[in-house]
């Protein structure tokens, strides 16, 4: 065997013997670092004990003399520390609530607050030189190194990973890196517990009864599905589509434009009316819900504008209509596809020049309130028939939000699930029933055309009469009522069957934009490289 004489093994001699040495030592210390992070992922969905043990591995193999996990509070929006561990400390402390330990951030407030909101890590040598920094109780108040991460569950930011050290200059951008890793285990976890934590806050917040505390919170959104929480308002959320509403609500919430809320019967629209209402500066004033299809027009018109005393025959003093009772808040018309043209032109001034006149009445009355509209009907198709009045749909339709139907968001099936079996159980004082395993499948394949009415009427026959067969029966016998056919038809022609094809590859086709898309008609007509009228027209048509 030929032996390599060193004099001929080009070897750098640039390179530091006791750096190299060093730097395999290191590389070392992140492997096992990364050994002990996926070991502490067994203990999922234990989110407690998955926190506890990355921070415990963390403490053991890097340099850093304090550690904490940072999460967004799910009804106020601030940052609370949930998890800690100190450099003298044995153990880490994990809060299974929104911790009192230390301030909480806001978002954009200091250096966690401004990563919460930014989605972007940071690395800082020197916090004396950093004007973001603020001191924070169970970080130390030696603080002069610092890296904090941002933990992200399906694109969003949710929480904050911070790591510090008292010497200056203590951490490098392989820190960042190797930690890096860490805040997205982190995630991982947070993503497989987050419903358990939820539905706990969820708890808390119902069994306090906190119903002044949430109206003053910064925002009255929780993430699990939407639903009400003893008509509080509570806008819950699981699903990505549902996030996307809950942004649009965020940005209108405290501004006056009027608001179109499309959707199926049953998906919670007046769940998103109050939530828009709940976050406004008109929170504390008047919610007055009004449904347009539940009375004649003659009616609705003195129900909506109010009459003066001998107006018509009955007419015995002045009412107040629901515009005036309004007044300084916000109205919701339910159903507003359904209001004749002569009362259409009447809410047209009213929103135009906010004032109107009631029956029998002389002089006009001037009103302060948000108009808040929705309908389970295509408006659009309405327009283009002459049925609606074009100039009103394009006042009313300033801010479009379409709910989507449950059967796209059965992710939150679990979570309606458990919030209606307690709601019930409470009600009627009974032991909530755990759902056998054969009706969790036939929900999840179920079509669900009632959506989450739907869902809460069967739990609810479930918690009383406890016959889950029965469900399954009903659900089984609906499922199949089909549209009737003719019935002197019985052979098909194959110009049906290649148009009946194609229709089911059309609807398909669709359907996949609109989900790539998250329901943006827009977007989805773009994708599909056809015109949004076009578009509009096939989700009518397919029932979409």
């Known amino acids: ?37 996926q070991g502490a992922l067994r203990n999922l969905p234990d989110f407690a004990e998955t926190c506890k043990k990355i921070l415990d591995a963390l403490m053991d193999e890097v340099d850093a003399e304090n550690c904490s996990i940072m999460l967004k509070d799910p009804v106020s929006g601030d940052l609370t520390i949930r998890a800690a561990r100190g ?14 330990i230390g301030r909480a951030f ?11 909101q930014e989605g972007k890590a940071v690395l800082i040598n020197d916090v004396h ?11 130390g108040k030696n603080v002069r190194s610092l890296i904090c991460l941002p933990i992200m569950d399906k694109g969003q930011v949710v929480g904050v990973f911070n790591i510090s050290h008292s010497q200056k200059g203590a951490f490098d951008e392989g820190d960042k890196l190797a930690l890096t890793y860490v805040s997205t285990q982190v995630g991982a ?14 708890n808390r917040l119902m069994k306090k009864g906190q119903r002044e505390e949430v109206s003053r919170a910064s925002t009255t959104f929780v993430e699990v599905g939407e639903m009400m929480a003893q008509d509080q308002g509570i806008f819950i959320y699981a699903s990505e589509k549902m996030r996307r509403i809950k942004e649009i609500i965020d940005q209108v919430a405290n501004t006056d434009v009027t608001v179109l809320i499309q959707g199926e019967s049953g998906v919670g629209k007046e769940v998103v009316a109050r939530s828009v209402h709940l976050n406004s500066f008109r929170r504390d004033k008047p919610f ?69 006149s009631r029956l029998g009445g002389k002089n006009d009355v001037k009103v302060d309130v948000r108009i808040i509209v929705a309908t389970n009907r295509n408006i659009e198709q309405a327009v283009r028939e002459g049925r609606f009045r074009e100039d009103l749909y394009y006042r009313l339709n300033v801010v479009n939000i379409t709910v989507p139907p449950l059967r796209v968001r059965k992710e939150e099936i679990p979570v309606f699930i458990e919030y209606f079996a307690n709601k019930f159980a409470a009600k009627f004082n009974k032991k909530p029933k755990p759902l056998p395993e054969y009706l969790w499948r036939a929900f999840k394949d179920y079509h ?25 029966k009903e659900m089984k016998n609906f499922s199949r009522q089909l549209p009737p056919r003719e019935k002197d038809k019985e052979l098909i022609s194959l110009k049906q069957v290649n148009k009946e094809a194609i229709r089911q590859v059309e609807k398909e086709a669709i359907f996949r934009a609109l989900e790539q898309t998250n329901w943006h008609r827009k977007k989805a007509a773009q994708l599909l490289q056809i015109s949004y009228k076009s578009l509009l027209n096939k989700i009518k048509e397919f029932g979409l």
Request: glycine share 8%; hydrophobic share 40%.
């Open 106 to 116: 806001k978002p954009g407030e200091g250096i966690a607050g401004w990563v919460l």
């Open 448 to 472: 669900w055309p009632g959506n989450i009415r739907e869902l809460e009427n069967l739990i609810q026959r479930y918690i009383v009469l406890g016959d889950a067969e029965e469900i399954i």
């Open 1 to 37: 065997m030929e032996l390599i004489n060193s004099q001929d093994f080009n070897f750098d001699q640039s390179v530091n013997p006791q750096n190299y040495k060093s730097s395999l030592i290191e590389k070392n210390k992140e492997f096992i670092l990364f050994q002990k992070i």
């Open 129 to 139: 030189e950093e004007p973001r920094f603020v001191e924070v109780a169970g970080l």
């Open 288 to 356: 007055v819900k009004v449904n347009c299809a539940a009375l004649p027009a003659e009616l609705l018109e003195s129900e909506l504008f109010g009459y003066e005393k001998g107006a018509f025959t009955g007419a015995y003093r002045r009412k107040p209509g629901k515009f005036e009772l309004a007044n300084g808040g916000t109205i919701f018309l339910d159903e507003i596809g359904e209001i004749s043209p002569y009362l259409q032109a009447k809410l047209l001034q009213v929103i135009q020049d906010h004032e109107f």
């Open 189 to 202: 976890a947070f993503g497989s517990a987050r419903f358990f934590l939820e539905m706990q806050e969820m």
């Open 87 to 100: 450099k003298n400390q044995k153990d880490t402390v994990f809060y299974p609530t929104s911790s009192r």
